[in-house]
């Protein structure tokens, strides 16, 4: 079942350079108690649409033109702004991508934890804080009550990663967003944040989205993965469909031009040639087309429609001259 | 060609009251040695605070090492000063992590290649021009844009200009500190294969720093491995990364993310618990053992130290067996 349901989303930023449409008609569902993972590159509209999401974008310069986001039965878009706060927290969260600053170096965790929950829940004190340790300890960190009364500099990295999805879970959301939840870390550390996550998945049921760039952290942890480039859908399928059922060109040139440990050293790379397009120029054709080694007249002239790969309608690309058959299984 | 010994980089913090004498130190590099052969890339990896980039810019005399040696063809580089530093800075020169803000913005492309020709060698003008037309076109860049400035190009381009710079002066070493990390992953593999043309080309010297172990795998012949200022682990790459010997790399190996569903599905992770402890306070003995899931008693009392484990491969752990 759908619990999130986003249709036809276009997001404009008006800039002194012009219109940047950084999310094109952008279609997609989150099933409940799934892990989806939003894959691209910078400018591929992955981050602009969650924060969308969440009502967190500036407007202006951003301008929503169109679109609709149902949250069960309800559109996203027409509630205001103190509509969006109940939502926000409660029912939908979010964790960024910099644990360096999003926590307030002036204020103790305690105090950050708390501001939560005095503001979103009618516990008093003395519950709230038994929640926010209680949290805490779910999440593996170690001496929770130490933590609790420090002040952020006083943290590593992960640690106050861990305090950011502690804080993102207080409220038991149905839905996590997380934003590049791993970039800034360490390969060691960021193992144990994406163990941590599945964990919340599979022990309370919460979907997550999850945008990254990278495609080893997708490969481990997300049940359906959806490709973005220029705003707009590449492919969405399940993990296995996106690996070794890939359609759409630029997931096949993404696929290979990632270095991954099965390379040999001296190995070449196949890169995808050229450079991400410029969003203020991107009309009714193919974003991908002058990247693209299947290129043909068509692509230049029209967008492609998005088009269904199997029979049970799981798998989507939005491709003329899509790549056949399997590969690399 | 270039041999570092012992290398050591102690940064002082005062700590205690304001008038305290007692002064402690940083390790941030506490003994390296390694030695980089001609037309070799050694990778060098590694956490955050490692001491991986602090090791780069010793070698690079950017940063003043406490102790150890760095000879580059014989030559100590330690203590140079003024003509015979600059004399050794054209022998061996460095691209940097963020493209962004490695260039001058106020200065054209022209200018920026121009710069290390005008303070390390006595090219006429002309020669010059030449010489930065040709440089554009070894990085794969048009001429044509030799007169604009940095904001006007990408992320690839500019991190393009950083390493044509750095090969201006026709040196034999490149310090690459971490060059693709800030880039898209289809710019990353763009400008990796671009480092193996050139350095076919050229028959340069690499000593690539990164903390992305498959971007490492690529590109090295060998790779040092390093923990909280030293070298856990040396040697060919093909040996370090299929038979790990440290319990560090076995570690870092094991979290590194698989793009590949069915293998992420089946694999076993190893890992470590913990974060990496404070270079003020260093653990007694192996300075992994509290993080270690092999540790023994030894291992809290005496320094391990780094001795050969396979015939390609050198790692400091009291757990495996020297050869």
């Known amino acids: ?329 | 060609m270039l041999e570092v010994k012992d290398l050591k980089v102690h940064f002082p913090v005062s700590r205690g009251g304001l008038f305290s004498k007692e002064t402690r130190f940083v390790k941030a590099v506490d003994g390296v040695s390694f030695d980089l052969k001609p037309g070799e890339t050694l990778g060098l990896v590694g956490e955050s605070g490692c001491g991986k980039s602090t090791t780069a810019r010793a070698i690079m005399q950017l940063i003043e090492a406490s102790g150890g040696s760095i000879k580059l063809g014989g030559q100590e580089l330690m203590g140079l000063t003024g003509v015979q530093l600059n004399k050794v800075r054209q022998q061996i020169q460095m691209v940097f992590q963020n493209p962004f803000s490695s260039l001058n913005p106020r200065m054209t492309i022209a200018e920026v290649l121009s710069e290390p020709l005008k303070s390390l060698t006595s090219f006429t003008s002309k020669q010059r021009l030449d010489r930065i037309q040709y440089l554009m076109e070894v990085v794969n860049l048009n001429p044509k844009f030799l007169f604009r400035y940095p904001h006007e190009f990408s992320g690839g381009q500019r991190q393009r200009i950083n390493i044509a710079r750095a090969l201006a002066v026709e040196p034999k070493i490149v310090v690459l500190d971490e060059p693709v990390s800030a880039l898209d992953v289809s710019i990353q593999a763009q400008i990796i294969n671009l480092l193996q043309d050139l350095q076919k080309q050229f028959e340069l010297s690499y000593l690539f720093i990164a903390h992305d172990l498959s971007v490492v795998k690529t590109l090295s012949h060998r790779v040092a491995v390093m923990y909280l200022g030293k070298i856990v682990e040396i040697g060919d790459t093909s040996t370090v990364y299929d038979e790990p010997q440290h319990p560090y790399t076995q570690a870092l190996l094991s979290a590194v993310p698989i793009p590949d569903p069915k293998r992420e599905r089946e694999r076993r992770r190893m890992l470590l618990t913990g974060e990496i402890p404070s270079p003020i306070n260093l653990p007694r003995g192996c300075s992994f053992n509290p993080r270690c899931p092999k540790a023994f008693a030894r291992c809290r009392v005496e320094e391990p130290k780094l001795e050969p484990k396979t015939v390609s491969s050198k790692a400091s752990c009291h757990a495996v067996a020297s050869i």
């Open chain 1, 1 to 329: 079942m759908a619990i999130l349901k986003v249709s036809d989303l276009v997001v404009e930023f008006h800039t002194d350079e012009g219109i940047v449409r950084a999310v094109d008609r952008l279609n997609f569902e989150l099933e409940a108690g799934e892990v989806l993972g939003i894959v691209g590159e910078s400018g591929s509209g992955k981050s602009v649409s969650c924060l969308t999401l969440m009502g967190l974008l500036p407007i202006p310069p951003a301008k929503i033109r169109s679109g609709k986001i149902l949250f069960g039965d309800n559109d996203l878009l027409k509630y205001s702004n103190a509509e969006m706060r109940k939502i926000r927290g409660h029912e939908i969260s979010m964790i960024f991508q910099d644990p360096f600053t999003c926590l307030n170096p002036y204020l103790k965790i305690s105090t950050q934890l708390m501001e939560v929950m005095e503001f979103h829940s009618k516990k008093t004190p003395a519950e709230a804080r038994r929640r926010c340790l209680e949290v805490l300890e779910q999440l593996g960190i170690p001496d929770p009550e130490l933590r609790f009364n420090s002040y952020p500099h006083q943290l590593s990295g992960g640690l106050k990663q861990r305090i950011m999805i502690a804080m993102s879970l207080l409220l038991q959301p149905k839905i996590l967003i997380a934003d590049e939840p791993t970039t800034a870390l360490d390969v060691t550390i960021q193992a144990q944040i994406l163990d941590l996550l599945k964990q919340i998945n599979k022990d309370h049921g919460t979907s997550i989205i999850l945008i990254t760039h990278d495609m080893g952290v997708v490969a481990g942890l997300c049940d359906r993965v959806q490709v973005m480039y220029g705003g707009r859908l590449a492919e969405r399928g399940s993990s296995d469909d996106i690996f070794y059922r890939t359609r759409h060109p630029y997931t096949k040139g993404l696929l290979y031009s990632i270095p991954s440990l099965t390379v040999k050293p001296g190995d070449r790379l196949d890169p995808i040639p050229g450079a991400p397009p410029d969003l203020t120029r991107v009309g009714d054709f193919c974003a991908f087309a002058d990247r693209c080694d299947f290129v043909q007249e068509d692509c230049r002239t029209h967008r492609p429609p998005v088009t269904q790969s199997n029979e049970d309608g799981s798998h989507w690309f939005e491709c003329y001259h899509p790549v056949e058959g399997e590969k690399n299984a």
